[in-house]
Each structure stands twice: as structure tokens, then as C-alpha cells.
């Protein structure tokens, strides 16, 4: 059983900088995907960034290119994404996901079978 579990959500001014990271559990050594998503009141869930946990390769949202920076530590299991520059439209509560064997695109949520419960990041104008 897969588990995932986030931290380092929290408020900042904008401007500011925050470090999430997302601690995964229970899956079998592979190329999965794991990608950040976020989802703002009345809003849909986006995609904000995804790693291949083996290639490393990467890919984000338009809307964070440059600001947000995803990683990981394979030997922790661990995924990171450090925002910086943050904007108001940035608040949200934040989602880490594993894409389990990295099977279609990066942004689509529904490729993702697991699930973190979440972490809040609020910034303020």
C-alpha cells in the first residue's frame, strides 16, 4: 500500500518562499511519476509539477516555471518542492501524488492512483 505524506505547507507573504515535502512509502523500486498538485476554493485541481523518481526528468505549469522547483531523494523517498516568489494566486492546498510505473501525462490527475491528504500554503498580498 502506497503512502504518502506532506509537510511544510504554511502562510507567507508574497514574495516569500515555502519547501514542501513528500514523504513516500510502499511501492516498488521504478520510474513512477510523482507530481505536486494543488487545488484553490472553486477551483479545479491543477497540475504544478511532476519527476520521474529514476530519469529525474521534470515538467511544470506554466503558471510556476521559474519560481517552483521540484526534486527528490531516493534515498530518503522523499519529493521536495521549493516555491519561491510566491503570489497570492499561489494559495491553495497542495497535493503530493504517485503515479506508480509514470504511466500518461504528467498534469492529468486521474493517472495518479495515490494520494497525499495535503498541506495548506496561504500567501498573502
Known amino acids: 500500500q502506497v503512502q504518502l505524506v506532506e509537510s511544510g505547507g504554511g502562510s507567507v507573504q508574497a514574495g516569500g518562499s515555502l519547501r514542501l515535502s513528500c514523504a513516500a512509502s510502499g511501492y516498488t523500486y521504478s520510474n513512477n511519476l510523482m507530481g505536486w498538485f494543488r487545488q484553490a476554493p472553486g477551483k479545479e485541481r491543477e497540475g504544478v509539477a511532476a519527476?520521474?523518481?529514476?530519469?529525474?526528468?521534470?515538467y511544470y505549469a506554466d503558471s510556476v516555471k521559474g519560481r517552483f522547483t521540484i526534486s527528490r531523494d531516493n534515498a530518503k523517498n522523499t519529493v521536495y518542492l521549493q516555491m519561491n516568489s510566491l503570489k497570492p494566486e499561489d494559495t491553495a492546498m497542495y497535493y503530493c501524488a504517485a503515479n506508480v510505473g509514470g504511466y500518461g501525462s504528467w498534469y492529468l490527475s486521474p493517472n495518479y492512483g495515490y494520494w497525499g491528504q495535503g498541506t495548506q500554503v496561504t500567501v498573502s498580498s
Open positions: 519527476i520521474y523518481t529514476v530519469s529525474g526528468i521534470t
